[in-house]
């Protein structure tokens, strides 16, 4: 590290080149300011607490090259395109018009390949994204996931532009149908399958869920679903955006000591 920099020097976890590093941080700092309850203010859920604060999760990770590589390959436009606000929510209002590929029990599903407005190669960047980058570090105030050094090394090779989507990684886009967005994110988390051979992670933004499989043995049902690899880059419109977020924020909460002003706030029962 170098003295009196405000950047230290090392090794970029994408390109692998030694240089300044830049403070990188998990989610987009826009995402934290769309998060309830605002003002610059969200409530963070880990494993064993919650807490009320402004401060975002980073970590020096990234040279500025990658930073920005990151930012132009899917960050802005899921930015640019995703929940912005109540009655605001681009990629929504594409889809809510956007001829129908099918149904769900849960929702519909459309051909992102052909949708103007629907850029599947950034939806499917920014994804991979933030599951590599919640893997490659033990981030404060986040529940770690590993992808197993395999998989870390094939989105690092995917994300810095060396390789396609990994072979054995499967990527099911979920956009929310209902009117109101519930304003609550989940940093990515997961692990394995029970009974099965396979890993699931799941990250959940406002309006937006990715879950990302990975493993030798995933089923052939989910396969299809795959947003990366289906020739049609299926992306869906569906209720279960909102029914994970509140039954995982449910699950998350009910062992976890509230702490700070948050204990005496009420949360999170007037909002779930
Ligand atoms: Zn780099």
Redesign the pocket.
């Known amino acids: 590290m170098q003295r009196g920099s405000r950047n230290p020097e090392g090794m970029?976890r994408?390109?692998l080149?030694v240089?300044q590093l830049q403070r990188s941080h998990l989610l987009p700092a826009a995402v934290y300011r769309r998060l309830d309850p605002g003002n610059n203010r969200h409530v963070v859920v880990t494993n064993s607490k919650c807490y009320n604060t402004s401060r975002q999760v980073t970590a020096h990770l990234?040279?500025r090259?990658?930073e920005q590589r990151l930012n132009r390959k899917g960050e802005q436009w899921v930015l640019k395109n995703g929940f912005r606000g109540q009655g605001n929510f681009p990629l929504q209002s594409t889809l809510q018009r956007s001829p129908i590929k099918g149904r769900t029990s849960s929702g519909e599903f459309f051909a992102g390949a052909g949708l103007p407005g629907v850029d599947m190669d950034q939806l499917c960047y920014f994804g991979a994204s933030v599951f590599w980058r919640a893997s490659t570090h033990r981030w404060p105030d986040s529940n770690y996931i590993d992808l197993g050094h395999k998989y870390v090394e094939e989105f690092r090779r995917f994300l810095n532009g060396e390789a396609g989507f990994p072979a054995n990684a499967v990527l099911v886009i979920y956009i929310c149908d209902a009117g109101k967005t519930k304003e609550a994110a989940i940093f990515p988390f997961g692990g394995r399958v029970r009974k099965g051979s396979f890993h699931e992670y799941r990250l959940i933004l406002p309006g937006m869920l990715f879950i990302l499989a990975v493993g030798q043995r995933i089923p052939g049902h989910l396969k299809l679903l795959c947003s990366a690899h289906s020739t049609e880059r299926l992306i869906f419109l569906s209720s279960r955006v909102q029914e994970l977020q509140t039954f995982e924020l449910r699950d998350l909460l009910a062992d976890n000591e509230m702490a700070g002003t948050l204990a005496l706030s009420g949360f999170p029962t007037r909002k779930l």
Do not use: D, F, I
Request: glycine content about 12%.
């Open positions: 970029c994408l390109c080149q240089g990234l040279c090259s990658c």
